[in-house]
């Protein structure tokens, strides 16, 4: 099952993106053997203001993907439940997994509406360079915990 992180804006050349980009290899490469992967971070920019125009290209980019919207306001999973349910997604013949992350105010509900679940990292708004980098670091301590690593304790 293809991997992918969609998120609104520019990933910059910080150290989020740096932080967002090694964890996201890693999940590739640990995660072929899983089959999950490869985990691809995906940057949108909408030429036009506005959540709508957002949620326009990240509907686009999701086509045909099971899609989880980032929301602070989404379910929250502890991490081996997390790989759990990407297991699970995997096991039922996903072909290809995807999260999104909103733009500056969040995610438009046409999003959130074709969205088959939500996604939380508790009720706090994060700064998205911080939520992607963060989101690629869960994704690839799934990827551990299902290959059996011992990258997670409990």
Known sequence: MKLAVIAIGKPGRGPEATLAADYAERATLAGRALGLGPL?????????????AEAELILKAAEGAHLIACDERGKT?????????????RDRGERRLVFAIGGADGLDESVRAAAASTLAFGPQTWPHALARAMLAEQLYRAVTILAGSPYHRD
């Open 40 to 52: 691809d971070l995906i940057d949108l920019e909408a030429r036009k203001p506005g959540k709508a």
């Open 77 to 89: 999973f502890s991490s081996r439940a997390f790989a759990d349910h990407i297991a699970g997604l």
